[in-house]
Each structure stands twice: as structure tokens, then as C-alpha cells.
């Protein structure tokens, strides 16, 4: 606990308050050490490049990791900036193109579900959101080991006004705010933790495992379902444009509007891979093993 605080108070915050020339500085730095002699999880990244896309040459795939860990550097940073970042700030760095098409169905007293992959910056997003939208946002989160960290990063992406919600009781919370107006973002990329209530399918040329929530809320609560897709416009900048997919859940046969969203983020990948988040383990589940006893 004293290293946490330690870390926090006297590395984290000081780095967090300096202006943002210096902190991509930092990141040129770091990008040095993590590519260069750290290697940071680079076979990960390696073999899941070389998977998602065969048809690339191995000088083609080696270019788009380096652009990778160089993106993933001022990540890093930009997450760190996050702590300590004004509002104004997160205006200027954050732009949501099109929050009317969210708060349309604000003034028809509907709520929403957003979905997105960790593409470009969702840190920045996190904190940007609430003050763009009409209806109480909620994000979603897979809550920390360490009690001290997990209050930390709480804290900080609610500091604007969203709010957050352990995967552990979305249920509840859906219960709970059934009666309220509210935009409930899904980042639906991660490797689900139940993979027998996953949806299967082929998602950057592999038979993918996809978390199946926020399909599964949208109808049960019969809330239109919108993609969001963050784009870097130049370093430390970023736009968020949003995109509904359907009006009407319940029309949708099961699993279809779960390949709508993931075929939308594997566009938006294909176009720019480099800003995807390629050091986690994706294609841990294999389909044959974990379905014999589905």
C-alpha cells in the first residue's frame, strides 16, 4: 500500500502535471525502451498481426508494430495526462462529431446502448462523454486487483461525470436504472470471461470468442444499439463519431447485431491497424476446446 501511494503521489501525478510537449517527450522516450530492449510483449503482438493479417509481407507486418508500440507510448502517456487533465483540455483533445444522434433518443425518453473496441484513445473518451450527452453515461469496467489502483482509476475516468460499473453487477445496475435515461458504453474486444455465453465468429481472420452483453442488454431492455469509432486526427487528438446500428433489437435474430458492431470495429482496424490495442491476448479461447461440454 505504501508503494502505491509512493508511486501515485510522487511518479504518477508530477508526470500527470506536466504540459503535454514534454509528456510525448517522455513517450519517445519510453517507445525507445519498450520496442527497442524492453520488447513488451512483442511476440504477442507479432503473432497476432501475422494472424489478423496473412496476406502482409513480414516488412509490411514489422512496420505497423512499430507504429503500434509508437501509438501505444503516447497511450500510456496520454493515460497518465488523464489524472490531472482539465476539462477544457478534454474538449479540445476529445470532439464527439455527432452527439445528436445519442440524444435523439434522449428527448424520446430512450435509453441507449454504446458499443466500441479499444481503438486510438478511450481513456480520453471516458472522461469526455457525459458532458456531450443528454442521459447519464455509464461505462463498464473489469474492476482492479489492488483496492488502491482500482479507486484511482474510478475516480479519475468519473471526475467529469461518468459513471462506472464493475462487470460484476451490470445486472443489477440495468435493474436499478431501468427507469432512468441512460448511455451505457460496451467495449466489446476484450476476451470474454465466459466463453460458453460468448457469440462465435471470424473476426480478423480467426474464429473469434465475442463478450455477447451489450447484445444481450439492448434487447432484454429494448435499447437502440450505437457503434462509436475514435479516429486520431494528430498526435494527442482524437474525434468520436457514432453510428446506430439498430432502433429495434428485438427484430434482430440472435448473435446478428454482435456481428454488426464487430464487423464494424474490424473495418475501422483494417483501415488503421496500428491504433488497435494488439498486446492483449484476443484469441486465447479456441472454439473446439471450449464449447465440447457447451
Known amino acids: ?23 510525448y517527450l517522455l513517450s519517445d522516450f519510453f517507445f525507445i525502451i519498450i520496442y527497442h530492449f524492453v520488447g513488451y510483449r512483442k511476440k504477442v503482438v507479432l503473432a497476432n498481426l501475422h494472424n489478423s493479417f496473412p496476406e502482409k509481407s513480414d516488412k509490411e507486418i514489422n512496420a505497423v508494430c512499430k507504429k503500434f508500440y509508437r501509438h501505444f507510448c503516447d497511450l500510456i502517456i496520454e493515460s497518465i495526462k488523464i489524472f490531472t487533465i482539465s476539462e477544457k483540455q478534454v474538449k479540445k483533445r476529445m470532439r464527439i462529431l455527432n452527439p445528436e444522434v445519442v440524444n435523439r433518443f434522449y428527448d424520446e425518453g430512450r435509453s ?110 429494448n435499447m437502440p444499439m450505437i457503434y462509436g469509432e475514435i479516429t486520431k486526427t494528430k498526435r494527442g487528438h482524437y474525434e468520436m463519431k457514432y453510428e446506430v446500428l439498430t432502433e429495434s433489437p428485438n427484430e434482430h435474430p440472435e448473435g446478428e447485431i454482435t456481428e454488426m458492431h464487430t464487423k464494424q470495429l474490424e473495418k475501422a482496424i483494417k483501415q488503421a491497424p496500428q491504433y488497435w490495442l494488439w498486446t492483449h491476448r484476443r484469441w486465447k479461447h479456441k472454439r473446439k476446446q471450449e464449447t465440447v461440454d457447451s
Open 1 to 23: 500500500m505504501v508503494l502505491n501511494y509512493f508511486l501515485y503521489y510522487l511518479v504518477i501525478i508530477p508526470i500527470s502535471l506536466l504540459p503535454f510537449p514534454f509528456l
Open 112 to 221: 441507449v446502448v454504446l458499443v466500441g473496441g479499444h481503438v486510438n484513445n478511450w481513456e480520453l473518451y471516458a472522461v469526455a462523454i457525459d458532458a456531450t450527452l443528454k442521459h447519464q453515461s455509464i461505462g463498464i469496467y473489469k474492476k482492479l486487483k489492488s483496492p488502491f489502483w482500482d479507486n484511482a482509476m474510478r475516480k479519475t475516468r468519473q471526475k467529469y461525470g461518468l459513471r462506472m460499473v464493475a462487470t460484476k453487477i451490470v445486472k443489477d445496475v440495468f435493474e436499478q436504472d431501468k427507469n432512468k435515461l441512460t448511455a451505457t458504453i460496451f467495449g466489446a474486444d476484450q476476451s470474454p470471461g465466459n466463453v460458453k455465453s460468448a457469440h462465435w465468429m471470424t473476426f480478423l481472420n480467426q474464429e473469434t470468442a465475442v463478450t455477447f452483453g451489450s447484445e444481450k442488454y439492448a434487447k432484454l431492455y
